[in-house]
Antibody
Framework: QVQLVQSGAEVKKPGSSVKVSCKAS????????LNWVRQAPGQGLEWMGR????????NYAQNFQGRVTITADKSTSTAYMDLSSLTSGDTAVYYC?????????????WGQGTLVTVAS | DTVMTQTPLSLSVTPGQPASISCKPS???????????LYWYLQKPGQPPQLLIY???NRFSGVPDRFSGSGSGTEFTLKISRVEAEDVGVYYC?????????FGPGTKVDIK
């Protein structure tokens, strides 16, 4: 069973950047998408973007274009989400979620979440 | 982007009674490959979402058979035949027929 283990909580200043990691323990990042989804306090789920690790292809939601960068290191089975120019509106729990390979099912396996707090 | 509308937004259910949640996307989720890319997730308090149903009606591994999904095109339903205490949380529908994947606002289910 693939488990996704994310890095710990972060507190950041407005205008700074945050980098959250997501390591697949007991397996790989898979042959399909590794997605990032965020959830503001008391709010719903918002897809940010994805990477297909085998191809290095990325897609980003329009809301985050230019501010988010998703990368993956296949050698360590770790994906990263880098978000810049942080504001208080970016305070949220950030989740990574991996697709199941066969059959392909999106956002099947989720990390435990990483709380990012943006405050001065 | 495809907008996902869920109703109701909250539901209070007596244990052992059925529950039903509706999800209506702003456009058809039927892909040219013949599949319909509609999913249901449950987020229990303090946990990440967990997949319940994929492609409208397929229960994911380990999901109890009291959960069922149905629908087509632009109208979908998640049904719980007999609600149990462990079913409390927020239920989300999600589409992935096109990027970006989008989620409904969630339906909060609690026990009476």
């Amino acid at each position: 069973q693939v488990q996704l283990v994310q890095s710990g909580a972060e507190v950041k200043k407005p205008g700074s950047s945050v980098k959250v990691s997501c390591k697949a323990s007991g397996g790989t990042l898979g042959s399909n998408s590794l997605n990032w989804v965020r959830q503001a306090p008391g709010q719903g789920l918002e897809w940010m973007g994805r990477i297909i690790p085998m191809l290095g292809v990325t897609n980003y939601a329009q809301n985050f274009q230019g501010r988010v960068t998703i990368t993956a290191d296949k050698s360590t089975s770790t994906a990263y989400m880098d978000l810049s120019s942080l504001t208080s509106g970016d305070t949220a729990v950030y989740y990574c979620a991996r697709d199941q390979d066969m059959p392909v099912v999106p956002l099947t396996y989720w990390g435990q979440g990483t709380l990012v707090t943006v405050a001065s | 982007d495809t907008v996902m509308t869920q109703t109701p937004l909250s539901l209070s259910v007596t244990p052992g009674q059925p529950a039903s949640i509706s999800c209506k996307p702003s456009q058809s989720l039927l892909h040219s490959d013949g599949k319909t890319y509609l999913y249901w997730y449950l987020q229990k308090p303090g946990q990440p979402p967990q997949l319940l149903i994929y492609e409208v009606s397929n229960r994911f591994s380990g999901v109890p058979d009291r959960f069922s999904g149905s629908g087509s095109g632009t109208e979908f339903t998640l049904k719980i035949s007999r609600v149990e205490a462990e079913d409390v949380g927020v239920y989300y529908c999600m589409q992935s027929v096109q990027l970006p994947p989008t989620f409904g606002p969630g339906t909060k289910v609690d026990i009476k």
